[in-house]
């Protein structure tokens, strides 16, 4: 694995929630994007986009799973059309296998750099925690640009940490459900995140 792939490094195990649908076409390759849901040990299920080549996908589909092992990498893209979301998080399928294991498996391992201050902030239930804002580095020049929130005294820790410093972490994607007031009603929306476990600060 070269060095840039060892800054964003991601493995989901669960089920499939849904067909996949054509995303989009680049270079005469079709992408296809479908939901994959993973149970956190609470028992909460995440259900999150992952994008995949179509030959990846072919390749599973053969093998009749609906239980899929996806690894690759947290993808960010700037949605401009002004519908849902601004910032679009998925995973980017490098690899798509069938999964025997009857546990879920929701893994992320990120280095990278901060590219907004650090917001200290307490949740309603009293715990503290820290929204985190981490560019991590991709091949020709480009950057994904991914949201982490870290708990209780890595959220303090992380608060200190000044725009410009690198960290590495680990942590899971995850998905979370809120409601946005719109100027017609209330929408109901759907935030990912990176919930981190460990992080560190590497310069």
């Known amino acids: 694995m070269d060095e840039l792939g060892t800054n964003n490094y991601a493995e989901l195990c669960g089920t499939l929630a849904a067909p996949p649908r054509l995303s989009h076409e680049n270079r005469r390759e079709r992408f296809f994007r479908f939901p994959l849901e993973a149970q956190r040990l609470s028992g909460t299920a995440d259900c999150l986009n992952i994008i995949a080549r179509e030959r990846l ?3 599973a589909e053969a093998a009749g799973q ?3 092992c996806v690894t690759g990498e947290v993808r960010s893209f700037n949605n401009k059309s002004g519908v849902g979301a601004k910032l679009v998080i998925s995973l980017f399928a490098r690899s798509i296998t069938p999964c025997d294991d ?3 498996r929701n893994l992320v391992l990120l280095t990278g750099t901060l590219c907004k201050p650090p917001v200290l902030r307490t949740t309603p239930m009293g715990r503290d925690i820290c929204d985190l804002l981490v ?3 991709r091949h020709y020049g480009r950057s994904d640009y991914l949201p982490c929130i870290a708990w209780g005294e890595r959220a303090h820790a992380a608060a200190a940490w000044p725009v410009g410093a690198v960290v590495s972490l680990t942590g899971r994607l995850q998905s979370r459900r809120y409601r946005k007031l719109l100027e017609d009603g209330v929408a109901e ?7 981190v476990l460990e992080i560190e600060r590497v310069l």
């Open 189 to 195: 929306r759907t935030a990912y995140e990176i919930s």
């Open 102 to 104: 009857a546990h879920d």
């Open 135 to 137: 560019a991590v580095n």
């Open 57 to 59: 996908l072919t390749l």
């Open 66 to 68: 609906t239980r899929l």
